[in-house]
Structure formats: structure tokens, C-alpha cells
């Protein structure tokens, strides 16, 4: 398997879009993966979470493709990287206590990473090809990327003590979520939320990891580069499916 580069093209700093895909359908990831994205995101969180599923997508999305867990627990860490899934999202981190956790679970102890609890059983799995990468084990810590996700107004107010957990390559922000936790359900727009949102992009970016932001508006997208997000969802595939086909009967009335 071929070392991606998504997660060191993010450090250096430069932008990458990405589409979110949640319909489960390893042709709907085909199409996505030919569009010319940047990278795509399996979402097992609000998406279908099965295990084979999310593996046959894998197979066709290439290295850099990502997966965002239903819930901060590390089997799922465990199961998703065994598949060579390298960028993994972890939705609702409030704490650092949370992200720690997390990034424990992302590597192999070793003498770099002591605190690493990541189960090893890299021999039989396909992150090595099936055995095919005999230094699978000395060269995977440095390969896997940890996105934690920043949703609630109690995750914002621990920011920069999340940001400062080794092991946490970036913070990703969830915007409907942190809007409602807001008191703003439904009114992402809102001014509060948008400030809270930009405070947030730049406290990530200010601590050296990376800034991951969600939207659909490419003026917003441009907004929250500005502000220091470098990995950016721009689509989904359920939205411009969805959006596509009404648009098409809108057509006919």
C-alpha cells in the first residue's frame, strides 16, 4: 500500500477538500473518488457503521481516505485502522482527558508513543497489506492522523487543552452541534456561532495542529481557509444527491 500524503500535505499547511460521504454505497464512494476531491470521508457516525461496509469503500476511496467513528471508543479505532484506514475522525471530545484517550488508541506503544494501546495484530490485517509491509509496525505511529472533533461550548472552552495533547494531530469543528449546544438548533448562521467558530479555527491553527471545518458555501469554505482551516469538507454526497433529484421534480411541475 502506498504511504498517503494527506496527512503531511495538512501539516505543512496546505489546504485540502474533501467531500463527506454517508450514503454507504461503495458506488456512490467511486464516484466521489473520481470527482477530484482532495480526500473523502467515510462518516460512520451518522452514516451506516459497519465494519465490511466501510472496507469495501475503503478499497475504492484510495490512501487518503478518512473515516469519521460513531463514538470515541477504541475498538472502532482498533477495527478501522486494521483496515488501513490512516485518518480517523472522533466525534463529541470535550476533554482532554477524551482526546488523550483517543490518541492512545491510535498507536503502538512504543519507545516514542509509551502510553500507545493500539492492539497489535498487524500481520493478518489489511493496513499491511496482509503481511506484504514487514515494517508495518515500526512505520504506522507516524503514518495515522487524528482528527478529534470540537462540538459543544464545553469542548471549545478546553480547546487549547485538547490542541496540546500529544498524539492529537488536529481538531475538527462541528458546526450544527456546537450551533445547538449554542442554543442556535438549526441556525448555524448565527453570528454567535460564526464567531465562536472562527475564535475556534484560530486557536487550532495558532497551536500548530491542524484546523478541520465543515460547509457547503464555497464562500464560507474561502472564509474559514482565511481563519486557518486547512482540511475543509466542501460536499456530501447524501446533499448533492438529494439536491439533484428534487431539482430534477421541481423541474417537471
Not at 53 to 69: E, N, S
Not at 103 to 110: E, G, I, L, R, T
Not at 190 to 207: F, G, Y
Request: hydrophobic share 45%; glycine share 8%; charged share 20%.
Amino acid at each position: 500500500m502506498t504511504r498517503p500524503d494527506l496527512k503531511t500535505a495538512l501539516q505543512r499547511g496546505e489546504t485540502r477538500k474533501g467531500c463527506w460521504l454517508g450514503l454507504g454505497s461503495v458506488a456512490a464512494a467511486e464516484i466521489a473518488a473520481t470527482a477530484g476531491f482532495d480526500w473523502c470521508l467515510i462518516d460512520g457516525e451518522h452514516g451506516p457503521f459497519d465494519i465490511a461496509a466501510i472496507a469495501a469503500q475503503a478499497r475504492v476511496l484510495g490512501p487518503d481516505v478518512c473515516v469519521r467513528i460513531p463514538k470515541d471508543r477504541d475498538w472502532m479505532i482498533k477495527q478501522v485502522l486494521d483496515l488501513g484506514l490512516q485518518t480517523v475522525v472522533v466525534p463529541m471530545i470535550d476533554t482532554a482527558e477524551q482526546a488523550r484517550a483517543m490518541a492512545n488508541a491510535m498507536c503502538y506503544p512504543s519507545k516514542a508513543f509509551p502510553t500507545g494501546t493500539r492492539g497489535i495484530g498487524a500481520s493478518i490485517v489489511r493496513a499491511s497489506g496482509y503481511n506484504a509491509e514487514p515494517d508495518y509496525l515500526q512505520t504506522a505511529n507516524d503514518r495515522v492522523c487524528l482528527m478529534v472533533q470540537a462540538e459543544s461550548a464545553t469542548a471549545l472552552k478546553n480547546l487549547e487543552a485538547i490542541c496540546a495533547v500529544d498524539g492529537v494531530d488536529g481538531v475538527f469543528i462541528g458546526p450544527a452541534d456546537l450551533a445547538a449546544s449554542m442554543g442556535y438548533l438549526h441556525d448555524l448562521d448565527h453570528p454567535e456561532v460564526q464567531a465562536a467558530i472562527d475564535t475556534a479555527l484560530q486557536t487550532i491553527s495558532a497551536s500548530g495542529k491542524i484546523a478541520g471545518a465543515l460547509t457547503f458555501d464555497p464562500d464560507r469554505a474561502r472564509h474559514y481557509e482565511a481563519m486557518g482551516a486547512r482540511m475543509i469538507a466542501v460536499a456530501s454526497d447524501v446533499a448533492v444527491f438529494s439536491g439533484a433529484l428534487r431539482g430534477v421534480i421541481s423541474q417537471h411541475e
